[in-house]
């Protein structure tokens, strides 16, 4: 365990949730399938095995997926029964920057989507290294800017690994920018965010045997792509060294198995200085991205439940 986790669990703004002899079993089997392709997922050619890898996120019941643009950014609507008008949930899709689409992650957010009865838009922002930089971040708040254009009244932004970091990108800009519609922002919900690009976390070392999909070799090439050459400690890129003061509410989950532990404990860390509203919840045993296996892993399905409760409370302040 990292010494930035050490000194939170005892905190009453976090909690580290046990690894259940159920999930033990699943993450054996997985680890079983997934450590002999560790770290080899790289560039453009791997945006093809990474989408197919989120389209097995099981499909949530009664959940319509369709088509669609919002501040001129294209991208997928999951639109559970029962939703309300005027209300959404903006979510940004992982992938290193450099891969992910709307359409692979449309069941990952249309689970977030049925769970809180809140329509989410998953937006395809452009992708590393043909748009480097700050291109999907110009993307992410146009989007955002476009849900107020259209007369949204609430809504919360939620995003996994790098798109926690396009999240806290967009988080951070709405507390310093009262123009942009941020009065319709209700909170943040962020999974395994990528909040520190130069990674200098220390579970890059820690957690590197147990963490089963990537390595600092792997991601420093990812970034590279991405950054383009601009400085990979600038806030802008990092939310890490960004001004958190007056940041919206936010949750940040994790798995314990991860070389993005530390980002996500640091940043709950500044979090607290800064004054914000905020919770870190981390699972033992659970690698990067468990929140895809809802349905099937104890683990998921708690985090899914954290998480809608989280966002039904903030939509009905």
């Not at 033990?24 to 453009?44: D, F, S, Y």
């Not at 708040?141 to 926690?164: M, P, Q």
């Not at 009262?178 to 070392?205: F, K, M, N």
């Not at 530390?262 to 200085?273: F, G, I, M, P, T």
């Amino acid at each position: 365990m990292t010494r930035a986790i050490e000194n939170q669990v005892a905190a009453s703004w976090s909690a580290l949730h046990p690894f259940s002899p159920e999930d033990q079993v699943a993450m054996a089997a997985m680890r079983a399938i997934v450590e002999p392709n560790k770290g080899k997922l790289q560039g453009t050619s791997a945006r093809v095995p990474f989408d197919a890898i989120m389209e097995r996120v099981t499909a949530p019941a009664r959940v319509i997926y369709e088509d669609g643009h919002v501040g001129g950014i294209a991208g997928c609507w999951c639109r559970p029964e029962g939703a309300r008008s005027q209300e959404a949930i903006l979510h940004l899709h992982g992938g290193w920057f450099n891969w992910g689409s709307a359409q692979a992650y449309r069941h990952l957010a249309g689970h977030i989507a049925a769970a809180t009865k809140i329509a989410a838009f998953v937006p395809d922002y452009r992708l590393a290294p043909e748009h480097p930089f700050p291109a999907a971040s110009e993307d992410i708040l146009a989007c955002y800017v476009g849900f107020a254009e259209r007369g949204f009244t609430k809504v919360a932004i939620t995003g996994d690994s790098a798109g926690g970091t396009l999240a806290l990108e967009l988080l951070v800009y709405l507390a310093a920018n009262r123009e942009a519609g941020a009065d319709a922002l209700v909170g943040g919900a962020l999974l395994s965010p990528v909040t520190d690009l130069s990674l200098s976390g220390e579970s890059w070392w820690t957690r590197a045997a147990a963490d089963p999909y990537f390595t600092q070799l792997q991601a420093t090439e990812l970034l590279r792509s991405y950054l383009n050459g601009h400085d990979p400690a600038d806030p802008l890129a990092s939310p890490l060294y960004a001004n958190l003061k007056g940041l919206a509410p936010i949750r940040v989950y994790v798995g314990e198995d991860e070389v993005l532990l530390d980002d996500s404990a640091r940043l709950v860390e500044r979090a607290v200085e800064a004054g914000v509203d905020v919770r870190l919840e981390v699972w033992q045993g659970m690698a990067h991205g468990f929140l895809g296996s809802v349905g099937k892993v104890t683990a998921a399905n708690e985090l899914l439940q954290l998480l809608s409760e989280f966002l039904i409370d903030r939509f009905a302040h």
